[in-house]
């Protein structure tokens, strides 16, 4: 990689991503730290870590949202709702290997219900009153496989 390829990356950030993180592995791999393009690199790493809290709580809602409509709608049950329970736990349970991601979990429990709630009244029409007002279910709970009723 030349100087000049160097000179520009913080332009090849913004223009073409994964070509950037190619020539930062590069970089990394060669011990070039003083080439990084640090101030990128940083905002993309804090950036990942946020997306991956994110996919957390997304997860977790969706996974509520079925549970819910599971438990509150037991005449609709579907194998749509099942595999897509058994989908989120288990994207889930590979997330939550990281104990960060599991902490996280752990306290965006009462936020990933809440949007839950909100999502199973839309798609059931039930009232918000049907369900309960806080998660009855932990984050090791919700991962388990026998969490759901015949």
């Known amino acids: 990689m030349t100087d000049t390829q160097v ?8 223009r073409d991503e994964t070509a950037w993180l190619e020539i930062m592995a590069e970089l990394v791999r060669d011990r070039r730290i003083e080439d990084l393009d640090l101030l990128n690199l940083s905002e993309f790493l804090s950036d990942m870590a946020r997306r991956d809290r994110r996919e957390v709580e997304s997860r ?21 709702w099942r595999a897509t329970v058994e989908v989120q736990r288990h994207e889930l349970e590979l997330l939550l290997q990281s104990g960060t991601l599991r902490a996280h979990a752990e306290e965006a429990l009462a ?4 949007a839950a709630v909100r999502q199973a009244v839309a798609e059931t029409g039930l009232p918000p009153e049907t369900f309960p ?10 991962i388990r496989m026998d969490l759901l009723p015949a």
């Open 7 to 14: 000179e520009a990356l913080p332009t090849l950030y913004e």
């Open 60 to 80: 977790l809602a969706v996974l509520l949202a079925h549970v819910l409509k599971w438990t509150y709608q037991p005449d609709r049950r579907s194998g749509g």
């Open 111 to 114: 936020a990933a219900y809440a």
């Open 133 to 142: 007002a806080e998660s009855p279910y932990s984050v090791d709970g919700l």
